[in-house]
T-cell receptor
Framework: EDQVTQSPEALRLQEGESSSLNCSYTVSGLRGLFWYRQDPGKGPEFLFTLYSAGEEKEKERLKATLTKKESFLHITAPKPEDSATYLCAVQARGSNYQLIWGAGTKLIIKP | EPEVTQTPSHQVTQMGQEVILRCVPISNHLYFYWYRQILGQKVEFLVSFYNNEISEKSEIFDDQFSVERPDGSNFTLKIRSTKLEDSAMYFC??????????FGEGSWLTVV
């Protein structure tokens, strides 16, 4: 069964304190791994898609990496506005591009 | 930047009533989806729609649910007879190629 597990469930950091979020997955043929940001009461906001092990993508203070079993979202020198829930999802080969989601990591950045 | 729009943003309905949630996907996209998120839980896939028909649906998407693309722009989710457990945030999403999937802001459905 395709499955996505994110850790930790919640993470509190001081402003400027870098860290990483983990997304481990099992899927019958990975087509893509997606990272989204979700603010309370809002829809998921697209961040990255990764397709193959070794791939990395960056956007501002965020960098996503991918291995054959997991992905990391690295946050460098975070600011309070980076506080949100970060969602990971996988897309299996042969699917109609639908996503299988993790439960998310709630990130709180304290000033 | 193009966006997926959803209406209503919030709806309260009596149990047993019919509800229609509306979505306007991004104009050149070909694949459309409905997902739901019960408060505090994971996002769950409901249904995918391509070439004017359902391409895949989950176990959640039973006979009480239906989708329609009545014209060239709107994509709707209908729940025929709502139940308390249908209370959730419903998200519409669209993509042109599956590489970047855009979500709307959601419709929060409360069944009382």
């Amino acid at each position: 069964e395709d499955q996505v597990t994110q850790s930790p469930e919640a993470l509190r950091l001081q402003e400027g304190e870098s860290s990483s979020l983990n997304c481990s997955y099992t899927v019958s043929g990975l087509r893509g791994l997606f990272w989204y940001r979700q603010d309370p009461g809002k829809g998921p906001e697209f961040l990255f898609t990764l397709y193959s092990a070794g791939e990395e993508k960056e956007k501002e203070r965020l960098k996503a990496t991918l291995t054959k079993k997991e992905s990391f979202l690295h946050i460098t020198a975070p600011k309070p506005e980076d506080s949100a829930t970060y969602l990971c999802a996988v897309q299996a080969r042969g699917s109609n591009y639908q996503l299988i989601w993790g439960a998310g990591t709630k990130l709180i950045i304290k000033p | 930047e193009p966006e997926v729009t959803q209406t209503p943003s919030h709806q309260v309905t009596q149990m047993g009533q019919e509800v229609i949630l509306r979505c306007v996907p991004i104009s050149n996209h070909l694949y459309f989806y409905w997902y739901r998120q019960i408060l505090g839980q994971k996002v769950e896939f409901l249904v995918s729609f391509y070439n004017n028909e359902i391409s895949e649906k989950s176990e959640i998407f039973d006979d009480q649910f239906s989708v329609e693309r009545p014209d060239g722009s709107n994509f709707t989710l209908k729940i025929r007879s709502t139940k308390l457990e249908d209370s959730a945030m419903y998200f519409c999403a669209s993509t042109s190629s599956g590489n970047t999937i855009y979500f709307g802001e959601g419709s929060w459905l409360t069944v009382v």
